[in-house]
């Protein structure tokens, strides 16, 4: 880290492609956001903090963000960490894209088998991608490439891509619709594979702004119609957030996992004589709630309204 911070740009350049891809872009705006993808592995986490030592130098942000058996070592877990590689990091991406940020992929360095699959993501999510040959000095920049996702084909089967997502089980003729790559399958359980989570990932909030999804299990999840009326009414940040908290509700009725972002919970006192309980439909420090009624095993949800006194 001392060497780092004592040797010139030539130097440097040799010292490390990552960093020599850097210097080569040259471009260090105090806006601007690094985030680094490193393997769960000694070496990359400790590479990952030598190219954060250079980059804070430069007084810029930096995040590293570590993925778990991002490795080809055992193909099953490589491919579930690539789901989950997508499912994440499209996320963050798609709100800096809200906020209107160029995003560049800088994909020198790495593991070719990751990196082949940046690439592709880079033409959904990146204005382009940039990198330098092994062997050369010459900053290689690829704009977006023009691959436009099948958005109809998805908008028809969300429920599908929904279940897959969320792993509650979902029939295995539903799941035949669906091309085999967007599909992982590992010992009878079926999921998303990375491809899957990319092209999902992207239409998603285009749908969750635009209307109410569907309960996956019906029998336990109901709306009232003051509820989706109520939906209606609300912005499109706000529809995205709700049908968030509502996926969450999913898990919480097929996995009993209640998230601290939910928090679903019982009522007590006077509340109580209305509602049985409330979840938080939204992100932040949101004082609205969803109010429900547990009745035969079925959570009936009623409306959303300001936390009551």
């Given at each position: ?209 635009e209307k109410l999804i569907e309960p996956l299990q019906r029998d336990k999840i109901i709306y ?33 996992e209640n998230l601290k972002s939910l928090r679903y919970h019982p009522l007590k006192g006077e509340?109580?004589?209305?509602y049985s309980h409330e979840f938080y439909p939204f992100d932040g420090n949101e004082s609205r ?21």
């Open positions: 880290k001392s060497k780092i911070l004592s040797l010139n740009e030539k130097e440097l350049s040799l010292l490390s492609a990552e960093i020599n891809s850097l210097l080569k872009y040259n471009r260090f705006e105090k806006n601007d956001i690094h985030t680094l993808l490193c393997t769960d592995t000694y070496l990359g986490k400790k590479a990952s903090e030598l190219v954060e030592v250079f980059l804070k130098s430069k007084n810029l942000t930096v995040n590293i963000y570590t993925q778990k058996d991002l490795r080809t070592d055992e193909i099953e877990n490589f491919h579930i960490a690539l789901a989950d590689l997508t499912k994440n990091l499209s996320q963050e991406l798609q709100g800096y894209i809200d906020s209107n940020y160029e995003i560049v992929f800088n994909l020198t360095g790495g593991f070719k088998s990751v990196n082949s699959f940046l690439q592709t993501m880079a033409s959904l999510y990146a204005n382009k991608s940039i990198y330098i040959f092994e062997g050369s000095n010459e900053l290689l920049e690829i704009p977006r490439l023009p691959i436009k996702v099948d958005e109809e084909f998805i908008v028809e089967n969300y429920n599908i891509f929904r279940s897959l997502e969320l792993g509650i089980l979902v029939d295995e003729k539903k799941v035949e619709k669906l091309h085999k790559t967007l599909v992982l399958k590992i010992d009878n359980e079926y999921s998303l594979s990375a491809w899957g989570e990319m092209v999902w990932q992207k239409v998603k909030n285009k749908i969750y702004k009232s119609k003051r509820f989706k009326k109520e939906f209606e009414s609300l912005n499109p940040s706000e529809k995205l957030q709700l049908n968030k908290s509502i996926d969450k509700l999913e898990r919480l009725v097929a996995f009993d509340e109580a004589s209305k709630r969803a109010y429900c009624n547990e009745i035969d095993g079925k959570k009936i949800l009623e409306k959303i309204d300001p936390h009551l006194k």
